[in-house]
């Protein structure tokens, strides 16, 4: 199999030495990726899916792009993801924007940066060989960058010379019958990747690894074939690949049966057929796992290419949230508290994220304290709704430690303390909430000096594990470094 592995960059550096707990959430999806709600299988994307990774294409050395000065001034936020050829000794050799963030200026900062990052190559028996990395760079206002930069010229100057001989190289290869090489030539004439874009030459390495024998291709080509690229869209050559391709074991089964009932249901090189399309996804549903059940309930809760059928949806929902894992339970929970294809159901939407809660996830825990706090899905209780917030804010939470630090300064729902209030807000603002600034420091100028003092030292004693909480009280919550 060859490789592509998904890279988070976080567009950030946290102050008070927070960035490690930071740096473990991973952002998903970058926005505007066609990857979304509105098509959740990613098929109507602009080019052949990526194969996924087999190896760990990963940073070696890890410097996130500063915040791009007239952004951060607009308070913009943005997710590019880039697709970075990677020569034998880690060095990018070409870099193609896959998905633009919508921002000129964070995308070329984003490209700029990566010119200058170092990656773990994949290796093949033993040895390094050019690979592809998917990097996903996102761009959050929720966390500090360590220094704005100025804008670059026009947002133009960020592409130094493509290392032309490598792929000159890899194009000698792939002719010669290297199979590693024609997935990569495939891959750059799909995306334009240090190349001109050509989808019809990308279906043609395609197909010269499918006559050397290699499987993993099968895919691929099925996508192709459904939506036309570089070939002329065929639902029953689709088809056709994606049966060669369980056959061979390169794709799951359960994988296949999805993709043919979207096939049929979305009309994608065939005529639509939403009998067949349910038939498809009847048989996904019933050999599938928790994911799999989810984007079938979603296909049935609106309709995607068959009729809509509420029931079935919440049939498929409660599955997949009795199989799934606590990421699972949270979507199936915020589905039925907003009302998303199923009428709204707060008892289901408590019950899932309290399951969650139990478990130990911070999104639950958060959204249990709010539920607790508003009486949405539970009933009003603020006690429980402290304790809960308490745990998330130890756990590194800014909008937590933000409730918290109110909750403090307030003294309606625990005892008034505005030194822990202050402290907790120290912590918020210094993992780059930037709009808690002002509060910050208008509560400073109603507080004794004193006592900041010993807020910013209990602060800064918790971010090396110690306990946020005053003598003899200890009222605060528990960090876990």
Known sequence: MHAFKTIVVLAIALSFGVADRAAGQTPSTPAGHPSSASDPDGLESSGPPLQQASVDVSFMSNHPPDYPRSALSRGIEGAVSLLVLVDPDGNPAAIQIEYPSGNKDLDATAVAAAWHWRFHPELHKGMPRTSIARVPVVFKLGLTPKRPREDLPGGTEIYPETNRALIAQLERSATEGSVHAQFLMANLTAYGLGV????????????????????????????????????????NAAIAWLQKGVAAGSINAQDAQLHFGLIYARGYGIPKDPAKATEWFERAAAQGNAQMKLRIAYIFGVGDGVAKDTKRCMDLLDQSAEQGDDDIKLRVASIYFRGDMVPTDMARSAKLTEAAAAHGSLQARKRLASMYATGRGENKDMAKAIDLMQHAAAEGDFESQRSLSQAYFDGKDIEKDDVLGYAWLILAVNQGKLSYTTDLDQKRKNMQSDDVSEATRLASAWVTGQVLAREPKQTGARHSP
Not at 201 to 208: H, I, N, P, T
């Open 196 to 235: 001109t874009k050509d989808a019809a030459a990308s279906v043609q390495w395609y197909l010269k690894e499918v006559a050397q024998g290699d499987s993993s291709a099968f895919f691929p080509l099925s996508r192709i074939y459904a939506m036309g690229w570089g070939v002329s869209a065929d639902g």
